[in-house]
């Protein structure tokens, strides 16, 4: 993946989101044109519903910004849609992500997925529940590390968190990660993780910058 067009062509094509496909960004990526895609409404997700992303993605330490997404009405919003293959060595910059709930910077929804040297900047915003700087929610065994966000997030409902949203649902494990970015939202909301938590190692978010003084939502 050396382009914005072979990144287009990867969001076009679900028969390569397949389990055993292996992808390699070897350039950064200026993605600011996406916010021409499909009459406005940007970026189309890796994975959804029917046909999750499988695929492994190795960013190279390369970055792809300007990721644009305006889609208010649709849930499960982000870069990935629905992971649950493995993800390493990539930064999206200065993204522009809106979308109705269970929206985020890097992955909305993520299943026996490995996310490991990732990050988010920008602005992710959510029209209903779950809204995460880097993730929404996770389910099985998920694994992220040395990851971050510095994205500003907001919400209109609850379950907002300035690295996950909802939070997890599965034995989910986050080592040496977090979340610098602010975060507002009507309800249920805190500095690092909206709602419900996985295991946390060596992980942290920035009372000031976020505007938070709890790490998880601590009930009413």
Known sequence: IASLNNLYWLSQTPSEWASGKYYVQTADIDASRTSLLDNGAGWTRLGN???????????????????FINRPTVTNVSFIGYGTGKISNLGLENVN?????????????????TIDKCYVTGTV???????????????????????????????T???????????SNGSATIINCYSTGSVSAG????????FTGPTYSNSFWDMETSGQTNGQYQGA
Not at 49 to 64: E, L, M, P, Q, R
Not at 187 to 194: D, N, S
């Open 49 to 67: 519903s029917s046909t999750n992303f499988k695929a492994n993605y190795d960013g190279g330490g390369h970055v792809i910004s300007g990721l």
């Open 157 to 167: 409902n609850g379950a907002v968190g300035g690295f996950l949203g909802y939070g």
């Open 97 to 113: 992500i809106t979308g109705r709930g269970s929206t985020a910077g890097f992955i909305a929804w993520g299943s026996g997925v």
């Open 187 to 194: 309800w249920m909301y805190a500095g690092f993780a909206g």
């Open 125 to 155: 915003k959510g029209n209903g529940d779950g809204v995460g700087g880097f993730m929404n929610r996770s389910s099985g065994t998920v694994s992220i590390s040395n990851c971050y966000s510095r994205a500003s997030v907001t919400g």
